[in-house]
């Protein structure tokens, strides 16, 4: 079992452009969150796919937008970058109730320039 | 509000020195609460969870309700326990991680 996998591993974007990264969950899992990681700091929740529909949100502008297929992988969409956005963007999958803890990737690192 | 703290940015402790990692978290319900650990060039991975009250690589976590704390302890530091560990609270309202930011272990040989 891959675990959850994350593509790409590193991504560089121009201010204002738009950018996809994407994320296959663990086999037998169902449900996928993604985070925003801002170095020093702890993984911020920006919000999880279930049934292909957003679950929860955390507070996070519109530009960030997700999707989830029905094979469970997952895509995070930002738009109109801002060099804020610059950080390591984690997937995390789970079972629907995340009580038994979350699988992550390894995350793709996204720098704006 | 909902809130992980981790009032350490960077602990370092001798190698076989007993070793304390605070969690206090704030939550009007009955949260679920974690450890993840981050090992260099690795990515993050669950370590315990409270429910299941187990011992992992020899640490602990206590879950205090009355001060709202779930440090993570072990007994005699290794050196390859030296990672970053992010604490971490699971509602069970909506089911979504809030992390702390994170202690730096360091190990001291």
């Known amino acids: 079992d891959a675990g959850v996998t994350q593509s790409p591993t590193h991504l560089i974007k121009t201010r204002g452009q738009q950018v996809t990264l994407r994320c296959s969950p663990k086999?037998?899992?169902?449900?996928v969150s993604w985070y925003q990681q801002a170095l020093g700091q702890g993984p911020q929740f920006i919000f999880q796919?279930?049934?292909?529909?957003?679950?929860q949100r955390g507070n996070f502008p519109d530009r960030f937008s997700g999707h989830q297929f029905p094979n469970y992988s997952s895509e995070l969409n930002v738009n109109a970058l801002l060099l804020g956005d610059s950080a390591l963007y984690l997937c995390a999958s789970s079972q629907p109730v995340g009580l038994y803890g979350y699988t992550f990737g390894s995350g793709t690192r996204l720098t704006v320039v | 509000a909902q809130r992980v703290t981790q009032p350490e940015k960077l602990l370092s402790v001798f190698k076989g020195a007993p070793v304390e990692l605070k969690c206090n978290y704030s939550y009007s319900g009955s949260p679920e609460l974690f450890w993840y650990v981050q090992y260099s060039r690795q990515r993050l991975q669950l370590l315990l969870r409270h429910i299941s009250r187990e011992s992992i690589k020899g640490f602990t976590a206590d879950l205090n309700k009355g001060e709202t704390s779930f440090h993570l302890k072990k007994p005699f530091a290794q050196e390859e326990d030296s990672a970053m560990y992010y604490c971490?609270?699971?509602?069970?309202?909506?089911?979504?991680?809030?992390f702390g930011k994170g202690t730096r272990l360091h190990i001291l040989p």
């Open positions: 971490a609270l699971v509602s069970n309202r909506d089911d979504k991680i809030i």
């Open positions: 086999s037998g899992h169902d449900t």
């Open positions: 796919y279930y049934e292909e529909e957003e679950r």
